[in-house]
């Protein structure tokens, strides 16, 4: 067989035995995702002994592990890039809001495992080559080790070949114990998680819904109140003398007046014994009613017999009217119907004449079946568009996204300038471009992407990401290494590197500032720049946005910080020898 076929099938397997073995569950805890990154190594292992898959020689990386390297990069750029999409919209307030307090709280876990890892070698446990591969699988981040290895060669040419065997200054040491420390790093990761949902007794449902709670806090809750006008100051006065209807504060969706429902506008004449059907926050509501009559409890709606008018949603999908206000549609004029709710992102609106349409809104509208039908021809209500999975601004954004994580930062003193890679790159674009990408681009390119086509990008990224990690620990001796050389005592360093500062900071940070459990995860992952964890955490809840809003609020300073974190240590460790 040849390579490309044989990789194919042994990724592809690595990926089913993962998956199933991430679907093994005890008392609702299971490895999810992280389970590909362990079967990964199992086919890789014995895909080395009976096959002789080999990655890497010592002249460099053999073909298939060249071809294995890049799928795993594509793989993870895809992952990143469907995060940063849909995180995009509400990052910027998100950032406003929690920000400070996520990032502070990763700066503890940084100085922390930093500390950890250059006490391991000052005790003698480790060398400096040691010190900083293990450090890097720990938080399991690549671009670290990257840098890492280059200062350790660089520093290799400068010292004398005695001094710089004795404090360890092996180039190939580095990457074999971060390979070491990589999975059980994840495991670190994932551990953390599970026992703060176990130590706090966490609700999984309740965590969730107090988040999306926390998204609409300040954005009074809708509710609807049917009002006997009996107030002769209002009777023979249009629905606009209402105060509340003509500041947009609320909504009359309906009236019904005798055995008939009518469809209000502003220039209704109100009747008495009109029952006016509104739609807004409570409080308000209640004072309307205070002007306007009394509260009754008889309920009417669309399905009342004899009545021909209709409540239905319709979806914004039309690229014309994206961006525009809704008062410039004239919707309520042209069709006799009228807009009682907007739905964007789960949250309700009163609609107001100069609230701008957004891709994917529901109007919730009222009228005759005729009347909305030819509406909704003007707003799109296409479920295909909704669905549908725009090629031309993905590839657009992977091309930006690589060329902004290419971008060389020097910093004064490290031989290697610092990048934000093909991972944190990609991830910082995609969440500028689905926040500020439409109205850059006129509204004709639809940055944002349907629920079905990120959680496909998502996953397929992150198991091909995580599958050949595993396949290339595998491959590449990892069973030998730990059991017959110095694995064991990398695993081991690894491992207090990532649990004991993620652990520690987990319990004060839930319990003292009190962040919400599903953002915890994501900021813990975030603080390792862990795809694998991240993609653990967002498998927590149904929807991942808490998690997935954690991790990349505290992503881009752990990047600049973990890639920076190993150099510095290089340093210090120098700088104390006395060489």
Not at 164 to 180: C, H, I, K, Q, T
Not at 348 to 367: A, C, E, R, T
Not at 400 to 421: D, R, T
Not at 439 to 447: A, F, Q, V
Request: proline residues 5%; hydrophobic residues 50%.
């Amino acid at each position: 067989m040849s390579t490309i076929p044989f990789l194919t099938l042994v990724i592809s397997v690595a990926a089913v035995l993962g998956i199933l073995l991430g679907e093994v569950r005890y008392r609702g805890i299971g490895l999810g995702i992280g389970g590909v990154l362990f079967s990964g190594i199992l086919v890789g292992h014995f895909s080395h002994e009976w096959f002789g898959l080999t990655i890497r020689t010592a002249e460099g990386a053999t073909e298939a592990g060249s071809i294995l390297g890049y799928v795993q990069e594509f793989g993870l750029i895809l992952f990143v890039y469907a995060i940063g999409v849909q995180v995009g919209p509400s990052f910027f307030s998100s950032l406003r809001s929690m920000g400070a307090k996520l990032v502070g709280w990763v700066l503890l876990i940084i100085v922390m495992g930093c500390s950890i890892a250059m006490a391991l070698h000052f005790m003698g446990i480790v060398k400096i080559d040691a010190m900083v591969g293990m450090y890097s699988g720990a938080i399991t981040n690549t671009p670290a080790l990257g840098a890492a290895n280059q200062m350790i060669m660089d520093m290799r040419q400068v010292l004398d070949p005695a001094v710089a065997d004795e404090l360890g200054f092996d180039s190939f040491v580095v990457p074999s114990a971060y390979a070491m420390a990589y999975p059980f790093g994840v495991c670190g990761i994932l551990l953390t998680m599970i026992l703060l949902r176990i130590i706090f007794r966490v609700n999984i449902e309740a965590a969730g819904q107090a988040y999306l709670d926390s998204k609409t806090q300040g954005q009074a809750k809708i509710n609807t109140l049917n009002i006997i006008v009996h107030n002769q100051e209002y009777l023979g006065k249009p629905l606009s003398a209402i105060e509340g209807i003509k500041n947009e504060k609320f909504v009359c969706s309906r009236i019904k007046r005798g055995d008939e429902l009518v469809v209000p506008h502003p220039e209704t004449v109100l009747q008495e014994g009109d029952v006016v059907h509104l739609v807004g926050p409570k409080d308000v509501l209640e004072e309307a009613a205070n002007h306007l009559g009394e509260i009754t409890s008889s309920v009417f709606t669309t399905s009342t017999r004899g009545t021909n008018k209709v409540v239905q949603r319709i979806v914004v999908t039309n690229r014309d009217v994206i961006g525009r206000p809704i008062g410039d549609l004239h919707l309520e004029e042209r069709f006799d119907i009228v807009s009682s709710r907007l739905l964007r992102a789960g949250v309700q609106f009163i609609p107001s004449h100069d609230m701008k349409l957004q891709f994917g809104d529901y109007l919730n509208v009222i009228g005759t079946q005729e009347n909305i039908t030819a509406a909704a021809k003007i707003i799109g209500n296409s479920s295909v568009e909704l669905h549908k999975v725009a090629m031309l601004p993905l590839f657009i954004g992977l091309i930006l996204g690589i060329l902004l994580g290419s971008i060389p930062i020097p910093v004064s003193g490290v031989p290697a300038p610092m990048k934000l890679g093909i991972a944190g790159g990609p991830l910082v674009m995609a969440i500028l471009l689905a926040r500020f990408g439409a109205p850059l681009t006129g509204n004709r390119i639809r940055w944002a992407m349907p629920a079905a086509g990120l959680s496909a990008l998502r996953e397929i990224g992150i198991t091909l990401f995580l599958s050949i990690v595993g396949i290339c620990a595998g491959a590449n001796g990892f069973w030998q290494t730990l059991t017959e050389g110095p694995g064991l005592t990398w695993v081991w360093c690894g491992l207090f590197v990532t649990f004991i500062p993620l652990f520690v900071v987990g319990l004060l940070a839930y319990k003292l500032s009190k962040v919400n459990y599903l953002v915890l995860c994501g900021m813990i992952a975030g603080s390792q720049t862990d795809p694998p964890a991240l993609a653990f955490a967002n498998g927590l809840y149904s929807n991942p946005e808490a998690s997935s809003l954690g991790y990349a609020t505290v992503y881009p300073v752990t990047m600049f910080l973990r890639i920076l974190s190993p150099q510095v240590m290089i340093i210090i460790a120098v700088l104390a020898a006395g060489v």
